[in-house]
């Protein structure tokens, strides 16, 4: 069925069940096809256009005040947008904030990303979490002319994330090196100068942010591509290994990151620390399965309880994917659970000090909670070096 349109729609959303959502476009114009979510933050939205791990969504903002702080550079998560595209309830607003340099409308339109708002999104979303990430394809088009049964059969052709390996298209091309911390008032960006541990950070899709916490938490990091071999990250000797968020089904990326880590875990006594799709990898390494959500779980609200202290954490979440804790093989313990829907958000070898979680903790957007598993991290290749 089709949802009441405004007199001069510019843009429309077609979901492969059939239904469609008329609005304003912004943004580029063209048209793109992918999963749909929604995100639950109520601020960060530049962010989140950037989190590599976006790659083949369309991101559904229920917060309706998306634009007011504008742009700018020192927020970008990557280089560009990944998400492949935006949808609003309400038309941006001119940015107001004193650390914005460019308008959301601008910002993407010169980088190639399209967007629609006047969408019911409350409405939208309720469909997203009873129906399940439906496939849409979205357009853009100043004419208003769309042909709409087009676009409801390129959402039903596409294929969907399941079996895409997205890390290969997200990651670095070549090794870098990673000194800037977090940012704090008023210096903004630091530069780490007196690292105590060296460490290989695998992207698979990796945020600044979570290099930024890295380099705080006293790491001087190495960041190696998605498809690096065990041999090429330890011939950089280093006292810990970072497995990175990104995007994608993790089955598909673990077709070549998955022996990298399990001979990494069978040769080694290296510090290994997962988040999102790296927690995802360290679990298929161990020999657990990963499962396809109904929705996932997207926004900084998330409440997450630590088994061993009974502490509940409230986290940012980007996944789409999920560990199977009933596949967890003995000596691995689950160390964290999501307290909306009790499925597995962090797992630990008894015995060593490898560990990872499903929550982001460099919180970029969302809050802080977590933070102190990159202390942790450092606190594991400190004590190694001691003993």
């Not at 409350?122 to 990430?133: K, P, V, Y």
């Not at 698979?204 to 930024?212: D, Q, T, V, Y």
């Not at 330890?234 to 990151?257: I, M, Q």
Request: aromatic letters at 8%; one cysteine or more.
């Amino acid at each position: 069925m089709a949802v009441t349109a405004p007199s001069k729609p510019t843009a429309c959303l077609a979901l492969a069940d059939g239904t469609v959502f008329y609005g304003t476009g912004f943004g580029a114009t063209g048209e793109t096809v992918a999963e749909l979510c929604f995100n639950t933050a109520l601020t960060g939205y530049q962010e989140i256009m950037t989190d590599p791990s976006y790659a083949g969504q369309i991101v559904t903002f229920t917060f309706p005040h998306i634009g007011n702080v504008g742009i700018n550079p020192e927020d970008d998560e990557t280089g560009d947008p990944v998400a492949a595209g935006m949808v609003v309830k309400w038309d941006p607003t001119l940015a107001s904030n004193w650390r914005a340099t460019e308008e959301l409308k601008a910002w993407l339109t010169r980088t190639g990303r399209i967007a629609i708002g006047g969408i019911d999104t409350r409405r939208l979303t309720r469909a997203i979490r009873q129906q399940g990430a439906p496939h849409v394809a979205l357009a853009h088009n100043p004419d208003g002319e769309f042909d709409v049964e087009a676009l409801v059969a390129k959402a039903r052709a596409w294929s969907g994330l399941e079996g895409m390996d997205l890390a290969k298209e997200v990651t670095c091309d070549q090794s870098y090196k990673w000194d800037e911390m977090r940012w704090a008032w008023p210096e903004g960006y630091t530069r780490q100068e007196a690292p105590a541990h060296k460490v290989v950070a695998v992207d698979f899709g990796a945020k600044r942010n979570i290099l930024r916490c890295l380099a705080s938490a006293g790491c001087d990091v190495t960041v190696l591509p998605a498809n690096a071999t065990a041999e090429e990250i330890l011939a950089h000797n280093p006292d810990g290994v970072f497995l990175s968020n990104g995007p994608g089904d993790p089955a598909a990326t673990g077709e070549y990151a998955v022996p990298m880590i399990k001979t990494i875990l069978d040769n080694t006594d290296l510090p290994v620390f997962g988040i999102c799709l790296g927690h995802q990898m360290l679990a298929l390494a161990l020999g657990a399965k990963t499962i396809k959500m109904n929705h996932g779980h997207h926004g900084a609200n998330h409440p997450v309880k630590e088994y061993e202290t009974g502490k509940v954490e409230i986290t940012s979440m980007n996944h789409g994917f999920a560990v199977d804790a009933q596949s967890l093989p003995e000596g691995v313990k689950e160390t964290h659970v999501s307290l909306f829907d009790g499925s597995n958000c962090g797992i630990r070898i008894a015995d060593r000090p490898v560990f990872s979680v499903q929550q982001h903790p460099e919180a970029s957007p969302g809050p802080q909670d977590s933070y102190y598993l990159f202390e942790r991290f450092a606190d594991a290749m400190a004590q190694r070096k001691a003993s």
